[in-house]
């Protein structure tokens, strides 16, 4: 079976005024579909670049993703907004809710944006209960702890049943009890519902819940030996 995610010696250098700073130095790897996959380093590693260039949120200077035997590059702008509409959730570190809306119109927008609607709404009761918030759906941002406004953020992602799941830093500012909710979480709907999850995290425990672990250093991947930083 051919990979789900293929990253093809991937390159990515940013200009910071006459100063160009490498952030990715030629990246290589593929997933599977179905697979859990964590991405670990550093701060600087090159983590967040390689995020945002998998989920076509900006190119590479060289070098191909490939999703699900789509060349992203190679893609219209329109094209590939219809594929980050129906083909990933994103979940990031900082929760980009939006401040005038509950919790239930935060996690419906991402449907009627995908042109779902609420076509199913067993499933987004299913999802919203599991995540602990069924109590908590008409509160805006502003009324929730950062626990439950992440887990607003991941039921968001997760509504439509994507097939990738991008994780970018998930737990990064959650206390343990809500890191947990939202790691079996990702776990629960990459086993159940058999989406394709990179987690990308500094969090040895967090990299645990993967099938596997991707190191990161200076924007290449590594051996874990070679990765002084990281404790098993």
């Given at each position: 079976m051919g990979a789900f995610i293929e990253a093809i010696d991937l390159r990515k250098t940013y200009h910071v005024g006459k100063i160009d700073v490498p952030a990715l130095r030629g990246i290589s790897f593929s997933v599977q579909k179905g697979e859990f996959v964590t991405v670990v380093g550093p701060s600087g590693s090159g983590k967040s670049s390689l995020f945002y260039l998998l989920g076509g949120l900006t190119r590479a200077d060289s070098g191909k993703v490939i999703l699900d035997g789509d060349d992203i590059a190679a893609l219209t702008d329109a094209e590939r907004t219809r594929m980050r509409k129906h083909?990933?959730?994103?979940?990031?570190?900082?929760?980009?809710?939006?401040?005038?809306?509950?919790?239930?119109?935060?996690?419906?927008?991402?449907?009627?944006?995908?042109?779902?609607?609420?076509?199913?709404?067993?499933?987004?009761?299913?999802?919203?209960?599991?995540?602990?918030?069924?109590?908590?759906?008409?509160?805006?941002?502003?009324?929730?702890?950062?626990?439950?406004?992440?887990?607003?953020?991941?039921?968001?992602a997760l509504i439509n049943k994507p097939a990738v799941v991008l994780a970018d830093e998930p737990t990064g500012n959650l206390d343990t009890e809500n890191s947990n909710t939202v790691l079996k979480m990702l776990r629960q709907s990459n086993q159940e519902l058999g989406q394709t999850v990179l987690m990308i995290t500094h969090n040895p425990e967090a990299a645990k819940y993967g099938d596997r672990i991707i190191h990161m250093r200076d924007g290449q991947i590594v051996n874990p030996e070679e990765d002084p930083q990281w404790v098993p």
């Open positions: 083909k990933i959730g994103f979940v990031f570190q900082k929760f980009n809710l939006l401040p005038t809306l509950d919790a239930r119109s935060n996690i419906g927008i991402a449907q009627e944006i995908s042109g779902n609607g609420r076509s199913d709404p067993a499933f987004f009761l299913r999802i919203t209960d599991l995540l602990g918030l069924s109590k908590r759906l008409h509160h805006r941002p502003s009324e929730l702890s950062g626990g439950e406004q992440q887990r607003v953020a991941l039921a968001r």
